[in-house]
């Protein structure tokens, strides 16, 4: 977004948008272009579910260590940190534009990288490469975007970045889809992640740098032009006057503070207003995270498998449900967050997680503490040296079920009479899988038959739905907006690494919890940090909707409280609104 000068805030609707963006589509093309950068990263947190399915059966050891699988998985989100880190300080230094371009050249990189990969080491290579595009191009695409749109719509075109995140993450599960007859399979499915970073890369070179960084370099005349572009003539020259002033505001600041990297953050850490707004900002991104979304993200087959979906190729069509839900509930976010206003959204899309995650841990303990019995006659079936060995010396095996035999790292083989009857419990190896296969019967692994696996799939649906309006876009709507002029970009650099970095945290951690709790122990755990999180984003994230930068500015400048706790004036009204 470009700096506002003469229109007051008014409650602007996505229909706004609409006719805005009809009327000047040059507006959406810059939003649109900008934000394939949220379609890489989408695609990148929903291609590595479905491609680990395959990349276990390729790798044995990858199958075997929970540690690895968790390392493949997460190393992008260590890229993203690195790349996130490095980002505040390239759009300041080179610019929102050639920002976005490098970060496609170094997502492609990355991308290739895993296709060809020979062995699981040259993949995490390859995961971090095009972790660190994802974190530059994170928080680059809504940066760009927010300095290039009216303020009046401003939040519904930032959203356009959450529904491209949240349409690449289901084009990665049409994508596992189409491949899983392929031969290769995962290494199509992480090599075509190069193709959007190519698309975005063309379409980047035609389009203009960020008016406000141009007219911090002296280029006045280009941020005219572009100005008029996206504003009516008559209102050009307020926005230059505000460019002017914010700019001039901005170099007497960076005198004092240093030109540095060093420098620039010492002067927003020591300034009040960016103090405030990194509260807000690192709220909201680690609270994104802590909700557990990423675990649906990245592990939403497997969650799917613990559910009691055996079939790869079934819990990737479930896990299509899930995702076709979370492109939806970011078109409510575009559709309401200029209405109802960025806190708003965000605490009713808490309460509807913690809700969804507290039903899901009991569907989830409901499960496992019902699945199928062990049978001794079943297991017995398959020969001695296919047994389970933890199961064949277990003092009391007639308590055993599904279960308890996949806690010790065994499989259950199903019964040939129903999934749900007593089966077998048997060592974890391909040929006694095969052979239980052979027989007609199905295999678990990672998690039991049950006759409620669907109300589990169904929640997950419910969770996304929660999730996506409010807490899926908003917070990167609030980082974009929440900081001064002057340090917009160090200020979301920051963010941005606290985002990534409690992302690493979830997706390093979930299958070790898994394990360690049990899914329903786990969910549970999230709702916990979900809870923490809304009493958070209550107390310290003021609502900017429809505000323009200098208008956000002097709100945090006074101290934002929340209405309830804000001081009264003599008629008994709160002075701080909500």
């Known amino acids: 977004m470009v700096e506002g000068g003469a229109h007051p805030s008014s409650k602007t609707e996505f229909t706004e948008c609409w006719r805005t963006t009809w009327k000047t589509p040059y507006i959406m093309r810059l939003a649109l272009s900008a934000g394939i950068g949220g379609l890489l990263f989408g695609y990148d947190t929903g291609v590595i579910s479905g491609a680990l399915l395959y990349i276990r059966e390729d790798f044995r050891e990858v199958d075997r260590k929970t540690w690895l699988q968790e390392t493949i998985v997460s190393m992008a989100v260590a890229g993203a940190i690195i790349g996130a880190a490095f980002g505040g300080w390239m759009n300041d230094a080179l610019g929102r534009k050639k920002s976005i371009l490098i970060a496609?050249?170094?997502?492609?990189?990355?991308a290739i990288v895993m296709a060809v990969a020979p062995a699981p080491w040259v993949i995490i290579i390859g995961r971090i490469i095009v972790g660190v595009g994802v974190g530059m191009a994170s928080m680059t695409a809504p940066l760009y975007i927010s300095e290039a749109s009216p303020h009046r719509i401003r939040g519904a075109l930032v959203s356009t970045n959450g529904m491209l995140i949240t349409g690449g993450q289901f084009l990665s599960y049409l994508i596992n889809l189409a491949f899983t007859k392929a031969p290769g399979t995962w290494r199509w499915m992480?090599?075509?992640?190069?193709?959007?970073?190519?698309?975005?890369?063309?379409?980047?070179?035609?389009?203009?740098?960020?008016?406000?960084?141009?007219?911090?370099e002296n280029?006045?005349?280009?941020?005219?032009?572009?100005?008029?572009?996206?504003?009516?003539?008559?209102?050009?020259?307020?926005?230059?006057?505000?460019?002017?002033?914010?700019?001039?505001?901005?170099?007497?600041?960076?005198?004092?503070?240093?030109?540095?990297?060093?420098?620039?953050?010492?002067?927003?850490?020591?300034?009040?207003?960016?103090?405030?707004?990194l509260y807000a900002g690192i709220t909201v991104q680690v609270a994104q995270q802590f909700v557990g979304i990423?675990?649906?993200?990245?592990?939403?087959?497997?969650?799917?498998?613990?559910?009691?979906f055996a079939s790869n190729q079934t819990a990737m069509a479930l896990s299509l449900i899930t995702s076709g839900l979370n492109v939806v509930g970011t078109l409510i976010s575009m559709c309401f967050v200029d209405r109802y206003g960025r806190r708003r959204l965000m605490i009713i899309s808490m309460?509807?997680?913690?809700?969804?995650?507290?039903?899901?841990?009991?569907?989830?303990?409901?499960?496992?503490?019902?699945?199928?019995?062990?049978?001794?006659?079943?297991?017995a079936r398959f020969g001695n040296n296919s047994t389970c060995p933890a199961y064949g010396s277990a003092s009391n095996p007639a308590s055993w079920n599904c279960m308890t035999c996949l806690k010790q790292d065994c499989a259950f083989c199903s019964s040939k009479v129903k999934d749900l009857a007593p089966g077998a419990c048997l060592a974890a190896n391909d040929n006694i899988r095969d052979s239980c296969r052979e027989d007609r019967r199905t295999w678990y692994s990672k998690g039991c038959p049950s006759k409620i696996g669907i109300f589990a799939v169904i929640l997950l649906g419910l969770y996304i739905i929660m999730y996506a309006p409010g807490m899926g876009t908003v917070p990167w709507i609030v980082n974009s907006e929440i900081y001064p002029l002057r340090y917009r970009g160090i200020g979301g650099g920051i963010a941005a690494v606290s985002n990534w970095t409690a992302n690493l945290i979830v997706s390093e951690t979930y299958l070790t919890l898994t394990k360690a709790l049990g899914s329903a122990g786990t969910f549970l755990l999230f709702a916990g940090f979900s809870l923490i999180g809304l009493v958070f984003i209550y107390f310290l994230v003021p609502e900017t909707k429809g505000m323009q930068f200098e208008e956000v500015e002097k709100l945090l400048q006074k101290g934002f409280k929340p209405k309830l706790f804000a001081p009264k004036d003599t008629k008994g009204k709160a002075k701080v609104e909500e």
């Open 190 to 216: 992480l090599g075509v992640a190069g193709l959007p970073a190519v698309v975005q890369f063309i379409l980047m070179l035609s389009l203009p740098e960020s008016p406000r960084w141009l007219y911090r």
């Open 219 to 277: 280029k006045v005349d280009e941020a005219r032009a572009i100005l008029a572009k996206i504003y009516p003539a008559e209102e050009v020259d307020d926005e230059l006057k505000a460019l002017h002033e914010s700019v001039e505001f901005e170099k007497a600041e960076v005198g004092t503070a240093g030109n540095g990297v060093f420098g620039k953050l010492k002067g927003a850490l020591s300034n009040t207003v960016v103090r405030r707004g």
């Open 104 to 110: 496609d050249v170094v997502f492609f990189v990355g």
């Open 294 to 308: 990423n675990t649906v993200m990245y592990y939403s087959p497997t969650i799917v498998q613990f559910a009691g």
């Open 351 to 379: 309460f509807g997680i913690i809700t969804c995650l507290v039903v899901l841990a009991g569907v989830f303990y409901y499960a496992a503490e019902n699945s199928p019995k062990i049978s001794n006659l079943e297991s």
